[in-house]
T-cell receptor, first 116, second 110 residues
Framework: GAVVSQHPSRVICKSGTSVKIECRSLDFQATTMFWYRQFPKQSLMLMATSNEGSKATYEQGVEKDKFLINHASLTLSTLTVTSAHPEDSSFYIC????????????FGSGTQLSVL | DAKTTQPPSMDCAEGRAANLPCNHSTISGNEYVYWYRQIHSQGPQYIIHGLKNNETNEMASLIITEDRKSSTLILPHATLRDTAVYYCIVRSSGYSTLTFGKGTMLLVSP
């Protein structure tokens, strides 16, 4: 199946720093990518929808100035957590849909962010 | 998208079939039933999806009732590596994302 690569898989940072997470579709083009967040023992919660060449659409309660999303190409979307704080510690997961028409969404392996 | 109801947890012996139920009584005509699973600390993995007919692939079978109000995911010969949270999701065709519920934690034991 299609592969979505997410990097890094784990990051530890100090409070106040910014962290960038990359999401790449390796063998297909993705006009749309989605970013999720998952806290321990909870389900995935959609944060934002990333559209290539345009501004991302954020879910209610997600601060767009804190979670910066860039989708500059058909194979790459990035999520930057700006001025991270301990409460931002979470598992971040991206997904992408094959622009070629598949109904399936493919997921990255996730990024565990720990803010000290 | 329609909501789904799944049992919070299930147990299965290794080598036996695992049958995971899902209720989606408010499903509409253009909504598909998707199954994903999430092994601990990994991203969700696509398993199977269907609209009306039963479906089978190398991972599992999906049985959808005639009224489409419920479905069952069948792992024919569960292994320890099938231990995961299984999510049943209904989603309309097109470009919408997936809305995850709490899923079923399947524990496969020796």
């Amino acid at each position: 199946g299609a592969v979505v690569s997410q990097h890094p898989s784990r990051v530890i940072c100090k409070s106040g720093t910014s962290v960038k997470i990359e999401c790449r579709s390796l063998d297909f083009q993705a006009t749309t990518m989605f970013w999720y967040r998952q806290f321990p023992k909870q389900s995935l919660m959609l944060m934002a929808t990333s559209n290539e060449g345009s501004k991302a659409t954020y879910e209610q309660g997600v601060e767009k100035d804190k979670f910066l999303i860039n989708h500059a190409s058909l194979t790459l979307s990035t999520l930057t957590v700006t001025s991270a704080h301990p409460e931002d510690s979470s598992f971040y997961i991206c997904s992408a849909r094959d622009t070629g028409g598949s109904e399936k969404l493919f997921f990255g392996s996730g990024t565990q962010l720990s803010v000290l | 998208d329609a909501k789904t109801t799944q049992p919070p947890s299930m147990d299965c012996a290794e080598g036996r079939a695992a049958n995971l139920p899902c209720n989606h009584s408010t499903i509409s005509g253009n909504e598909y039933v998707y199954w994903y699973r999430q092994i601990h600390s990994q991203g969700p993995q696509y398993i199977i999806h269907g609209l009306k007919n039963n479906e089978t692939n190398e991972m599992a079978s999906l049985i959808i009732t005639e009224d489409r109000k419920s479905s069952t995911l069948i792992l024919p010969h569960a292994t320890l590596r099938d231990t995961a949270v299984y999510y049943c999701i209904v989603r309309s065709s097109g470009y919408s994302t997936l809305t995850f519920g709490k899923g079923t934690m399947l524990l496969v034991s020796p």
